[in-house]
């Protein structure tokens, strides 16, 4: 009973903090927007900037989508291998349904519901289990990135930049701890994967933060938006880290995301509709895109039953 009780509470505390910080994010933003004395020359420039995208570019931007997924499929149909084989057309249609689940979840925690809904009874909690070292192992190379991007560029807490160092040596500790953990951690034990397929996840799961990175790379010269890329992907390092431990959902995240962008980037540009216009259409692209994908191959599913 009480074990309930504090898992409740922890979940309304993290609805809670999500809500909070969507709030503060977007009255930032409305008066960032409202009371911007150039609020009508950005925005012709904005509509200017985007005649001008061309056909070639966008498709770039969804390939980048599709690879960013790709990357996802694939530690799937990993995790699964030594279990229950799938293909790869299966995990990936998997790993989008997943995001139709995750796009109104806090923490997008409904992606564990939405990719065991195409395993066999029996297999799904462990699928659950699976899927929380690849989450895991996403969430150690967003930590050692971002903990390096935090001296270059944080403009608020100065202090975390010395404590996340630290947590990224626990969170390691704990991914390649051998097994046999005693107390509340005993339950890893039987949730144990071997060493070489945590190796596996943390590369693809490099690979899918690189992809994260060239989306924005390709977005920000899309738009024509003039920062160097070293700036940019120093940034990009704080704020894949701040996004990875606030609970949101996707649609408080594209608030936050966009504070987060301006934040971050104003000091190099200081056309805030532009940053925000940025934030969106990655967020269109990686978020809502795949969760309206999803959410049709999800129907598609349920019919065939």
């Known amino acids: 009973m009480k074990e309930v009780l504090i898992n409740r509470l922890r979940s309304w505390g993290n609805k809670s903090i999500g809500l909070i910080l969507f709030v503060v994010c977007l009255v930032a933003i409305y008066n960032k927007v409202a009371h911007n004395e150039n609020l009508n020359q950005y ?7 985007f005649e001008k995208v061309t056909f070639f570019e966008w ?19 990993k995790l699964l291998a030594s279990w229950n084989p ?3 057309f299966k995990s990936y249609k998997s790993v989008l349904i ?15 519901v939405g990719r065991i809904l195409l395993l066999p009874p029996g297999s799904k909690i462990k699928g659950v289990a699976q899927l929380a070292w690849s989450s895991y192992a996403q969430l150690i190379i967003t930590i050692s990135i971002g ?44 949730l144990q994967i071997e060493n070489k397929l ?17 989306q924005y790379t390709w977005a920000v010269k899309m738009l024509n938006i003039p920062i160097a890329n070293i700036d940019l992907w120093i940034a990009l390092g704080v704020l894949f880290l701040l996004l990875s431990i ?3 959902i996707s649609l408080t995240d594209l608030v936050i995301r966009g504070q987060f962008i301006v934040v971050l980037l ?13 934030s969106t259409i990655i967020w269109a692209v990686n978020f809502l895109l795949p969760a309206l994908i999803g959410a049709f191959l999800l129907i598609n599913f349920r019919i065939k039953q």
């Open 43 to 49: 925005s012709a420039d904005i509509k200017i900037q």
């Open 86 to 88: 799938i293909s790869f």
């Open 98 to 112: 997943g995001q139709a689940f995750a796009f109104f979840t806090p923490a997008r925690s409904g992606d564990y």
């Open 246 to 248: 606030i609970p949101s």
């Open 266 to 278: 104003e000091p190099y540009y200081n056309n805030s509709l532009m940053l925000i216009c940025l």
């Open 198 to 214: 945590k190796l596996n996840l943390l590369l693809l799961s490099f690979f899918k933060y690189v992809v994260f990175v060239l």
């Open 59 to 77: 498709s770039v931007l969804l390939f980048l989508f599709l690879l960013n997924y790709l990357m996802e499929a694939i530690k799937w149909q």
């Open 147 to 190: 903990s390096i991007t935090l001296f270059f560029n944080l403009p608020f807490f100065p202090w975390i930049k010395w404590f996340m160092p630290l947590g990224l040596v626990a969170a390691l500790l704990v991914y390649f701890h051998p097994g046999q953990f005693k107390g509340w951690l005993n339950k890893i034990n039987k």
